[in-house]
């Protein structure tokens, strides 16, 4: 039997690398069209209307911004997306230019994606929102096959001392994750779970004046636990999709 591990599932869900609907994209503007939009011929995922954890925060007047690393870069040279080089800009790790809320134009947009650059700034001036998400450009990303451990470390090390330095340090949760690294070879087989996950465990570390020293969690987590954690602080109305049977990091804390 042949198998076809195309970027749709027969059963119609979007997986492996599906390029979003909005620059920047993997998928280039059709010739003498939108130059913000990919070209719909070469099939990006539609624009997605689900809420997702931005929309929540809105809703309750919590203030947040999506940081990514070459993201104007991106927006004014191709040739940093996929270019295995500096930058190496990946549209495919952006989660929020998928969804229609945040379509170019939008004041949405405008208020919440950032560039990487925005984000070092707003440390340095102590005006970070109080929720920000973070995303390296690719080389420095950590990612196995294209870059290496160090240089992310390095990079992921530099911020938090940035953060520690800075006048938000004492009212500040820093939780830093991953997809593979870290995980990629690990000799547990993961629990039981759906046709989605879990998958092999991947690091996680909580950085915080309010965090237990010393302590090493043992409670079961995915990455949906940091949506969590952000729905029970700021008592959002919870999203679809998050895992019922997964902790929020409540026991990480003091």
């Known amino acids: 039997m042949k198998l076809h591990d195309g970027a749709v599932t ?14 920047p994209s993997g998928i280039p503007p059709k010739a003498e069209g939108d130059p913000t939009m990919a070209d719909p011929a070469k ?27 070459g993201w104007k870069t991106a927006l004014q040279d191709r040739s940093k997306i996929y270019n295995d ?11 929020f230019n998928y ?8 004041a949405a947009r405008a208020e919440h994606l950032k560039d990487g650059a925005d984000f ?28 290496d451990v160090m240089s992310g470390d390095a990079h992921i090390a530099q911020i938090v001392k940035r953060i520690r330095a800075s006048k938000l340090w004492p009212h500040t949760v820093i939780i830093v994750t991953y997809d593979e690294n870290g995980g990629f070879w690990d000799h547990v087989a993961p629990p039981k779970g ?24 043992h409670t079961v987590y995915d990455t949906t636990s940091i949506l969590k954690f952000l729905t029970h602080r700021f008592r959002l109305q919870p999203l679809p999709g998050v895992r019922a049977n997964v902790g929020d990091f409540s026991q990480a804390f003091n």
């Open 10 to 23: 027969p059963d119609g869900y979007a997986v492996n690398t599906t390029q979003p609907p909005y620059q």
């Open 43 to 69: 099939h990006p995922l539609p624009a997605q209307s689900l809420p997702t954890i931005g929309d929540r925060l809105t809703a309750k007047g919590i203030s947040w911004a999506w940081y990514a690393g």
């Open 85 to 95: 080089g500096e930058v190496n800009f990946q549209p495919h790790h952006q989660p």
């Open 99 to 106: 969804f229609a809320n945040y379509a170019p134009g939008t």
């Open 120 to 147: 070092l700034a707003a440390i340095d001036a102590g005006t970070l929102p109080q929720v920000a998400f973070y995303k390296p450009q690719g080389n420095l990303n950590e990612h196995p096959g294209y870059t």
């Open 194 to 217: 759906d046709r989605w996950g879990p998958g092999t465990r991947v690091p996680t570390l909580i950085i915080s004046p309010y965090a237990k020293k010393g302590y090493v969690d």
